[in-house]
């Protein structure tokens, strides 16, 4: 290897290792499933799963920025959450807590939590997921009666009516199917 490489190569590992140190998931992780992690971080917390998923589907938390996951997990708020009471005993509530900051979107490789990261950096926290500009964009030309009208779907909240991969974390166009209107693409 000449200098030159060997000083270009140094420089791209250090480059890396400081980037790694940024993010929770390890760099062996991050190399192996670069292929797979266009999506978000599947949900790995078996408290936050069930806890979480049983009014819909269990949002991953690579969805919205650690912000966000305070607000909403804070014990007053989830009395009223959207309206419905989630409320968790605090031993349960804490490890929610810890486990959805941990694995926030700005603290994550995978593409669609680094893009949401970036959009929400500034600004407010937004509540709902459905709510962040970059999602709305792109479920902006489904009409109504596929997703409020209809009785398989009922709200753009509930991911995986129409993303068929949504608990794996894969949000791609071509794995959608709308219920009752297969030929919507
Ligand atoms: C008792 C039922 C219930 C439980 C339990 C529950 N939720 Fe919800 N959640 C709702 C309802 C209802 C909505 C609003 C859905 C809609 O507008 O269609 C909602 C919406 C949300 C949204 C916004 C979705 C969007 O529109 O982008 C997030 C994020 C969320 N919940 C996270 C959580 C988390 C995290 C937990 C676990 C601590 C949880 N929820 C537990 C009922 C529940
Ligand atoms: C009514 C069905 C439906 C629901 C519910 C829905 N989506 Fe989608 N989503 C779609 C369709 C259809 C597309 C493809 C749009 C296109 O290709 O123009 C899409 C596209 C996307 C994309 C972009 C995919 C890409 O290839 O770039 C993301 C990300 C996404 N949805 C996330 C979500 C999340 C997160 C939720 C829940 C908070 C959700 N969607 C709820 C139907 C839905």
């Given at each position: 290897?000449?200098?030159?490489?060997?000083?270009?190569?140094?420089?791209?590992?250090a480059?890396?290792?400081?980037?790694?140190?940024?993010a929770?998931?390890?760099?062996?992780?991050?190399?192996?499933?670069?292929?797979?992690?266009?999506?978000?971080?599947?949900?790995?917390?078996?408290?936050?799963?069930?806890?979480?998923?049983?009014?819909?589907?269990?949002?991953?938390?690579?969805?919205?920025?650690?912000?966000?996951?305070?607000?909403?997990?804070?014990?007053?708020?989830?009395?009223?959450?959207?309206?419905?009471?989630?409320?968790l005993?605090?031993?349960?509530l804490q490890?929610?807590q810890?486990?959805?900051?941990?694995n926030?979107?700005?603290?994550?490789w995978?593409?669609?939590?680094r893009?949401?990261?970036?959009?929400?950096?500034?600004?407010?926290?937004?509540l709902?997921?459905?709510e962040?500009?970059?999602?709305?964009?792109?479920?902006?030309?489904?009409?109504?009666?596929?997703?409020?009208?209809?009785?398989?779907?009922?709200?753009?909240?509930?991911?995986?009516?129409?993303?068929?991969?949504?608990?794996?974390?894969?949000?791609?166009?071509?794995?959608?199917?709308?219920?009752?209107?297969?030929?919507?693409?």
């Amino acid at each position: 290897m000449s200098n030159k490489f060997k000083i270009i190569a140094l420089v791209a590992s250090a480059l890396l290792m400081s980037s790694v140190a940024h993010a929770r998931e390890s760099t062996s992780e991050w190399l192996i499933s670069f292929e797979r992690m266009k999506g978000v971080k599947p949900v790995t917390d078996k408290k936050y799963a069930k806890e979480c998923g049983e009014c819909h589907f269990a949002y991953q938390p690579g969805l919205l920025p650690a912000k966000s996951w305070e607000k909403l997990l804070d014990a007053k708020a989830l009395k009223n959450h959207f309206g419905e009471n989630a409320e968790l005993d605090e031993a349960t509530l804490q490890d929610i807590q810890a486990y959805a900051a941990e694995n926030a979107a700005e603290t994550s490789w995978y593409k669609r939590s680094r893009k949401i990261a970036a959009a929400t950096a500034n600004g407010p926290a937004p509540l709902r997921i459905t709510e962040l500009r970059y999602i709305s964009r792109v479920h902006h030309e489904i009409p109504e009666k596929m997703i409020k009208g209809n009785k398989d779907v009922k709200s753009l909240s509930q991911c995986n009516a129409c993303h068929t991969q949504a608990a794996k974390g894969v949000f791609d166009s071509d794995t959608v199917s709308i219920p009752n209107y297969p030929d919507f693409d």
